[in-house]
């Protein structure tokens, strides 16, 4: 397939590129490289013929309309976005115009493109999505695909909206998507301002290692390579109009994250006295932090025959071991 990436210079964009190209596949990333992006995520790809990168915004269809007609893909993944909470909080704006705008822009130019070309069958458009659209968990229970959205963050409140409108395009033009929603990732090229590598920068600095209220709250954590793997599979076997939760099996509270980065550290970068874990501090909560994310995979599990490949001990462990090696991009 050629396969058009939206987002491909961030962390989630860039391992789907590196994995696609890897399996054969024709690669256009369209990336504005905004603060969040690095070229150096696709360095191991960027001389190889099947990889092509063009600098457009998602809000300027007119630039996406002649890179959809020069490339002639016949899938788009859309991954690209506003991505962090926090900045959500402290200027939605961005989020509303990159999330929600942006994803209709590059809905009628994909439509447009599409249509042109006699609205074929095998086309494909994957909206890539996060479990925070169905808001907040008490201590029991699952988001399933049929779980009622509940945003509470100007981010996910602008992920679901971008949701709606890839399932009104489906409905109402009948534009082929597939959609997935994920729990959060972490691995080898995540930006420096979300929660493991600040934990491990900031350790191997002797800084505090900043956690949010008590640490009580949980998270359900993939592999990035692992969320790659799972979003070819989707845009690949998965059934037009449908949706699927991908998940890690692995929840954790952020204070028992938090201690394992901090026992990997200990190992592999010994300090002369006492633990990384000294240095945990809690600094004051995040304004409506959801308390709790799971996600019941049975769909990705039973139709498509999918399931993550790497525990979360596996995946920190290779984790700290790349941020260790790899100075130079952070
Ligand atoms: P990221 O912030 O690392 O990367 C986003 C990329 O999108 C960057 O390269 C950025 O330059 C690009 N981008 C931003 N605005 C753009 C615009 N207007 N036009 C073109 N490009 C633009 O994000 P990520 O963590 O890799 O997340 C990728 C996608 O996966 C997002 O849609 C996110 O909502 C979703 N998601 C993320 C997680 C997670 O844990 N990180 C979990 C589930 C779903």
Same mark, same amino acid.
């Given at each position: *397939?050629? +396969?058009?990436?939206?987002?491909?210079? =961030?962390?989630?964009?860039?391992?789907?590129?590196?994995?696609?190209?890897?399996?054969? $596949?024709?690669?256009?990333?369209?990336?504005?490289?905004?603060?969040?992006?690095?070229?150096?995520?696709?360095?191991?790809?960027?001389?190889?013929?099947?990889?092509?990168?063009?600098?457009?915004? +998602?809000?300027?269809?007119?630039?996406?309309?002649?890179?959809? &007609?020069? $490339?002639?893909?016949?899938?788009? *993944?859309?991954?690209?976005?506003? %991505?962090?909470?926090?900045?959500?909080?402290?200027?939605?704006?961005?989020?509303?115009?990159?999330?929600?705008?942006?994803?209709?822009?590059?809905?009628?130019?994909?439509?447009?493109?599409?249509?042109?070309?006699?609205?074929?069958? =095998?086309?494909?458009? $994957?909206?890539? %999505?996060?479990?925070?659209?169905?808001?907040?968990?008490?201590? &029991? =229970?699952?988001?399933?695909?049929?779980?009622?959205?509940?945003?509470?963050?100007?981010?996910?409140?602008?992920?679901?909206?971008?949701? $709606?409108?890839?399932? /009104?395009?489906?409905?109402?033009?009948?534009?082929?998507?597939? *959609?997935?929603?994920?729990?959060?990732n972490y691995g080898p090229y995540h930006f420096p301002e979300k @929660? +493991?590598?600040?934990? !491990? @920068?900031?350790?191997?600095?002797?800084?505090?290692?900043?956690?949010?209220?008590?640490?009580?709250?949980?998270?359900?954590?993939?592999?990035?390579?692992?969320?790659?793997?799972?979003?070819?599979?989707?845009?690949?076997?998965?059934?037009? =109009?449908? %949706?699927?939760?991908?998940?890690? &099996?692995?929840?954790? %509270?952020?204070?028992?994250?938090?201690?394992?980065?901090? /026992?990997?550290?200990?190992?592999?970068?010994?300090?002369?006295?006492?633990?990384?874990?000294?240095?945990?501090?809690?600094?004051?909560?995040?304004?409506?932090?959801?308390?709790?994310?799971? +996600?019941?995979?049975?769909? !990705?599990? &039973?139709? @498509?025959?999918?399931?993550?490949?790497?525990?979360?001990?596996?995946?920190?462990?290779?984790?700290?071991?790349?941020?260790?090696?790899?100075?130079?991009?952070?």
């Amino acid at each position: *397939m050629k +396969i058009l990436v939206t987002g491909g210079a =961030g962390f989630i964009g860039s391992a789907v590129v590196r994995l696609a190209v890897a399996r054969g $596949h024709d690669v256009v990333n369209v990336d504005a490289l905004t603060y969040a992006a690095c070229l150096e995520n696709v360095a191991s790809v960027a001389d190889d013929p099947r990889y092509a990168f063009e600098q457009a915004d +998602i809000r300027d269809r007119v630039a996406l309309a002649a890179i959809l &007609e020069r $490339h002639q893909p016949d899938a788009v *993944m859309h991954l690209a976005a506003e %991505s962090h909470v926090d900045r959500s909080i402290d200027g939605p704006g961005d989020f509303i115009s990159t999330n929600i705008t942006g994803t209709y822009e590059l809905l009628e130019a994909v439509r447009g493109y599409w249509t042109h070309k006699g609205s074929p069958e =095998g086309f494909r458009f $994957h909206h890539v %999505s996060t479990d925070e659209v169905f808001g907040s968990l008490g201590a &029991e =229970g699952q988001f399933t695909e049929d779980t009622p959205y509940d945003p509470r963050s100007p981010y996910s409140a602008s992920k679901a909206a971008s949701d $709606h409108l890839v399932q /009104a395009w489906h409905h109402t033009y009948g534009l082929p998507v597939v *959609m997935s929603n994920c729990s959060n990732n972490y691995g080898p090229y995540h930006f420096p301002e979300k @929660l +493991i590598p600040v934990i !491990i @920068l900031n350790a191997l600095a002797g800084k505090p290692l900043p956690i949010y209220g008590d640490g009580s709250n949980v998270r359900d954590w993939l592999f990035v390579e692992d969320h790659a793997d799972a979003l070819l599979l989707v845009l690949e076997r998965g059934a037009l =109009g449908r %949706s699927y939760n991908i998940g890690g &099996e692995n929840e954790r %509270s952020n204070l028992e994250l938090v201690r394992t980065l901090c /026992a990997i550290l200990d190992q592999e970068r010994p300090l002369n006295t006492g633990s990384y874990a000294d240095l945990i501090t809690f600094v004051p909560d995040r304004p409506g932090h959801d308390a709790r994310y799971a +996600i019941d995979p049975t769909r !990705i599990r &039973e139709e @498509l025959g999918w399931r993550p490949s790497v525990t979360v001990e596996e995946g920190l462990n290779r984790t700290v071991c790349w941020y260790l090696g790899n100075e130079d991009w952070w």
